[in-house]
């Protein structure tokens, strides 16, 4: 199994993200018993991200500067979003039982409202640098926050009949775009560059957001556990499907979707239809134009080649159609 370039440099920074993670929790108040401390780290080992994106802000950092270490803080702030956010959409989609170890499912809640939201805000607020970054680091927090709810807002709420490529990916670029920008930005400002300069970063992460979201659904085909189909959430794949399916076979394709909320064999029916060769074939085709974007993007920002590689084969990766 190939190991990419970003996937070895957290092998180097995770002793750095784990030392910051933990100054981060020792902020959480003590008072008269650690239980908000104990049940956020509790939350955190029980609800792991499965891919090391949190170097994401320390390589646009250094992509910047030439070093990556003084944006560990932005690490923990990614880890901490992503750890509430995933949980909240899991609850969100009826997940039951989930993952939370020894806390309940109120207490669950509680810890991940702390860490998307308080404890994050206080990384952030002690940060040595100045006010007006101050300001702008916590306006980007807050701004990738809510167009992410907006995002999974209308993931929520849109239906396969009304699915098209444009909303697909209306929808992409809040609940997967907007928190990539967001730490790319904020990367971009720890980093004292110009506001262009934190525009384009911030659009690369929107970009890459699409990119593995994309990625992600894939995932979720290739392992058999077919979530998506099973919350009737509208995926690109999905959209493609309907966009470009003539009266018939869109009926067919609504009809599945409807029933594959309840049944196993109407969710096989539905996969084996999303992963046919001409389908495929225009969806790559889309994936490469993302792809294509996100190194345009790379391109006008250059920086230290040895990061900005880094982030180009994380691209590449991330737009390889693996169905």
């Given at each position: 199994m190939k190991h990419l370039a970003y996937q070895g440099?957290?092998?180097?920074?995770?002793?750095?993200?784990?030392?910051?993670?933990?100054?981060?929790?020792?902020?959480?108040?003590?008072?008269?018993?650690?239980?908000?401390?104990?049940?956020?780290?509790?939350?955190?080992?029980?609800?792991?991200?499965?891919?090391?994106?949190?170097?994401?802000?320390?390589?646009?950092?250094?992509?910047?500067?030439?070093?990556?270490?003084?944006?560990?803080?932005?690490?923990?702030?990614?880890?901490?979003?992503?750890?509430?956010?995933?949980?909240?959409?899991?609850?969100?989609?009826?997940?039951?039982?989930?993952?939370?170890?020894?806390?309940?499912?109120?207490?669950?809640?509680?810890?991940?409202?702390?860490?998307?939201?308080?404890?994050?805000?206080?990384?952030?607020?002690?940060?040595?640098?100045?006010?007006?970054?101050?300001?702008?680091?916590?306006?980007?927090?807050?701004?990738?926050?809510?167009?992410?709810?907006?995002?999974?807002?209308?993931?929520?709420?849109?239906?396969?009949?009304?699915?098209?490529?444009?909303?697909a990916i209306a929808t992409y670029r809040g609940k997967?775009?907007?928190?990539?920008?967001?730490?790319?930005?904020?990367?971009?400002?720890?980093?004292?560059?110009?506001?262009?300069?934190?525009?384009?970063?911030?659009?690369?992460?929107?970009?890459?957001?699409?990119?593995?979201?994309?990625?992600?659904?894939?995932?979720?085909?290739?392992?058999?556990?077919?979530?998506?189909?099973?919350?009737?959430?509208?995926?690109?794949?999905?959209?493609?499907?309907?966009?470009?399916?003539?009266?018939?076979?869109?009926?067919?394709?609504?009809?599945?979707?409807?029933?594959?909320?309840?049944?196993?064999?109407?969710?096989?029916?539905?996969?084996?239809?999303?992963?046919?060769?001409?389908?495929?074939?225009?969806?790559?085709?889309?994936?490469?134009?993302?792809?294509?974007?996100?190194?345009?993007?790379?391109?006008?920002?250059?920086?230290?080649?040895?990061?900005?590689?880094?982030?180009?084969?994380?691209?590449?990766?991330?737009?390889?159609?693996?169905?």
């Amino acid at each position: 199994m190939k190991h990419l370039a970003y996937q070895g440099f957290y092998r180097d920074m995770a002793s750095q993200i784990d030392k910051e993670m933990a100054a981060a929790l020792e902020q959480l108040p003590f008072h008269t018993s650690p239980s908000a401390r104990e049940a956020v780290a509790e939350l955190l080992t029980q609800r792991q991200l499965a891919y090391p994106l949190c170097v994401l802000p320390m390589i646009t950092y250094a992509a910047e500067t030439g070093t990556p270490r003084p944006a560990a803080p932005l690490s923990v702030v990614h880890v901490l979003w992503w750890t509430s956010a995933c949980y909240l959409d899991d609850l969100a989609d009826g997940h039951h039982p989930m993952s939370t170890g020894s806390l309940s499912g109120n207490e669950a809640l509680l810890a991940a409202t702390a860490a998307g939201t308080s404890l994050p805000l206080q990384v952030l607020q002690g940060l040595d640098t100045s006010f007006s970054e101050h300001k702008a680091l916590i306006s980007e927090f807050v701004s990738g926050w809510t167009i992410g709810i907006e995002g999974q807002l209308s993931d929520i709420r849109e239906t396969a009949e009304d699915a098209s490529r444009a909303t697909a990916i209306a929808t992409y670029r809040g609940k997967s775009g907007a928190p990539y920008g967001m730490i790319t930005a904020m990367a971009s400002i720890l980093a004292g560059t110009s506001a262009e300069r934190t525009a384009a970063w911030r659009e690369f992460g929107y970009v890459f957001g699409i990119l593995w979201q994309i990625f992600n659904d894939q995932q979720d085909i290739l392992s058999g556990r077919h979530e998506d189909l099973r919350n009737s959430t509208v995926t690109y794949l999905l959209a493609c499907a309907v966009d470009d399916a003539p009266p018939p076979a869109r009926k067919e394709l609504l009809n599945l979707a409807s029933a594959a909320r309840q049944s196993d064999i109407s969710r096989q029916q539905l996969a084996e239809l999303l992963v046919e060769p001409p389908l495929l074939q225009r969806y790559q085709q889309d994936v490469t134009e993302f792809r294509d974007e996100a190194h345009r993007l790379l391109d006008e920002l250059g920086g230290h080649e040895t990061y900005t590689l880094m982030l180009r084969e994380l691209v590449e990766d991330s737009a390889r159609l693996r169905l």
